[in-house]
């Protein structure tokens, strides 16, 4: 190991503490020693509960992404066998168990997005993904319970939080067992592949320590544990929901724009702390936005650096071009110079209604149809007060009518009501 990567490597644990990344961790000053000394193997896992993870799994991505920069060598761990079982950490009620082949297709989903932030090709340190599947599905109930369950007792398990949280709604023993399971894999991995390191939520503390005292008690050293903290934001709304729902990684069920949009709209009081969670931007830039936020925060330069820089770590530099090419043109009105790709992203979440093809189509029975307006009176009261645009072009006749010349890509008209009120009508 060169003089430098040392350096980087001694500095690893001090730059995650500045980003607030550091929630708990064992033996800190133990594991700042051993990763000074040279590149480390760690692991966090990914249990399979849906085809997609959402932004709420990005911070432990960033993580082992962050730890293969400085030289490490980062495992993801899909939970092939442990997503068959369910986590009891951070939940009030069971989990709802999914088919093997749910969980199969699943699993393979994950590890291909999960490849889409770590490096599994450089020749220095590759990035490693495995299922731990492979190891727990092979296990007989006998083995299980001699080798590894008479290394924990009732009562220790009772004290884990994620456990002794859901005493008083009940827990299956199926969800009891996942502890002992999550030490396993640790185990497993300390074994066959010398990973020395678990990261995970804050939430798996209990798991996670666990996992270092079956290594402990099956003769194994020198392996640490760090939570990073649940991300919360400051006016107590659940961090990764967006007025549709969840924001996902994959951009079939969040669009790249309405990603981006997520971002964008983060509040003043939140910017700061994202900007050191969850992009690589240095301490120097991270504090001239901060400086902005203080100053000019009209301007929300910080949140259009944080849009920009999450997005294009998930999805890629052109779906950074393309979400602020259909903000500019939502801003304006004008969304003439969108692609059919780019128009359809825009207004997903509008209101869209769909209408069998037609010569031509009056401006106010189209108002109506598409519930821009509740009334005729109404629309002709919107389109003589210049409340009415059509693809960005103000109308001032009600006795307008739209024919195919005026659709965009030859099948959208894109109706405005007021300023932020958009409208899409496609035509079959």
Not at 23 to 40: D, F, S, W
Not at 347 to 364: C, F, H, K, R, Y
Request: aromatic share 8%; glycine share 8%; net charge negative.
């Amino acid at each position: 190991m060169t003089k430098n990567q040392a350096a980087v490597n001694a500095a690893l644990l001090d730059d995650l503490e500045y980003r607030g990344l550091v929630y708990q961790v064992t033996n800190r000053e133990e594991l700042e020693k051993a990763l000074a000394e040279g590149p480390i193997t760690l692991y966090c896992g990914f249990d399979p509960t849906a085809d997609s993870l959402h932004i709420g799994s990005l911070l432990p991505i960033l993580m082992l992404r962050r730890f293969q920069l400085a030289g490490h060598n980062s495992i993801a761990l899909v939970g092939g066998g442990t997503g068959l079982i369910g986590d009891p950490s951070g939940r009030s009620t069971e989990r709802s168990l999914n088919t093997d082949e749910t969980v199969a297709g699943w699993t393979q989903a994950l590890g291909k997005q999960l490849s889409r932030f770590l490096d599994f090709e450089t020749p220095q340190n590759p990035a490693r993904l495995v299922s731990n599947y492979d190891w727990l599905a092979p296990l007989d109930i006998i083995t299980f319970l001699r080798d590894i369950g008479k290394n924990f007792t009732v009562n220790y398990m009772l004290a884990k939080d994620s456990v002794d949280s859901r005493l008083a709604n009940g827990i299956s023993f199926t969800e009891f067992s996942y502890m002992i399971l999550q030490a396993y894999d640790f185990l497993k991995l300390n074994q066959d592949h010398g990973v020395r390191l678990q990261l995970g939520g804050s939430d798996q503390w209990g798991n996670i320590t666990a996992g270092l005292d079956l290594i402990g008690k099956t003769g194994g050293s020198g392996a640490y544990g760090i939570t990073m903290p649940l991300v919360t934001k400051s006016d107590g709304k659940k961090f990764g929901k967006s007025e549709s729902g969840a924001v996902w990684l994959d951009r079939s069920k969040t669009s790249a724009y309405a990603f981006y949009q997520f971002w964008i709209n983060t509040d003043d009081a939140d910017v700061v702390r994202f900007l050191k969670y969850f992009t690589f931007l240095t301490r120097e830039e991270i504090a001239s936005l901060e400086a902005l936020v203080a100053s000019q925060p009209e301007k929300r330069e910080a949140q259009r650096e944080l849009a920009r820089q999450v997005t294009r770590i998930v999805h890629g530099e052109q779906a950074v071009e393309s979400a602020e090419k259909i903000t500019a043109a939502l801003f304006s009105g004008d969304v003439t110079q969108l692609s059919e790709d780019e128009l359809v992203e825009a207004l997903s979440d509008m209101p869209t209604t769909v209408l069998a093809d037609a010569e031509s189509t009056g401006l106010i029975d189209l108002l109506v149809e598409t519930k821009a307006a509740p009334s005729r009176r109404q629309a002709k009261q919107d389109i003589e007060s210049g409340a009415v645009a059509v693809n960005g072009v103000k109308q001032t006749g009600i006795d307008t009518a739209l024919t195919a010349e005026h659709r965009l890509h030859g099948r959208y008209l894109v109706l405005r009501r007021g300023k932020k009120n958009y409208y899409l009508v496609k035509f079959e």
